[in-house]
């Protein structure tokens, strides 16, 4: 089971990117390139936090972060400045969607998913990070299809939740080490990397 990383303190920077495991195919003799997209395309993000002192914040997170090179990550997707007001309690309505079309229920009426807004569903204990690729406003029922990237890389169910108000990227640490620093201030500094696994 992934281990949830501390909501806080907040990363001192981000460098978010996205995984594309399609290719373009260019005809040697000389024919219209091609782009071959395929399943599986994710996010990962690389991290650095604050200096924490060690003997408080410091030592959770060094703990959260040994513990998550075992058996996963769990990280807040950084989404600065961007406020996700109030989306209500999300849901994919139907099962069988497919590509990079995604129903939603349970928004709140009237809310907008807008373009480049992050949402991750939690699907057979597992979430997927997803991004919007154009704005949707939920109707009077709080239904809404949202266009997302990349396409859906499993089958979702009826009553999946979605993290709109704070979606999260799951997966593995990645290096074959976690190093961290302590100064004479007695603080601790750490940098890694999450990409998503599934």
Known sequence: MSILLPATPEPGSATPSYIDYGGILRPFLGGSDQKLNRLGNRFACDFTMPPMLLAETGRIWVSRLVQARQTGAIMEWPQPG???GSPGLPTVRGSGAGGTNLPLKSVSAGYTIVEGQFLSVIHGGRRYLHMANADATADSTGKVSVS????????????DVVEIARPMIEGFVEGNEQPWDLDTA?????????REAA
Do not use: A, C
């Open 82 to 84: 961007f406020e996700t």
């Open 186 to 194: 007695r603080t601790t500094g750490l940098s890694f990397r999450i």
């Open 148 to 159: 997302i990237s990349p396409m859906l890389r499993f089958t979702p169910t009826d009553g």
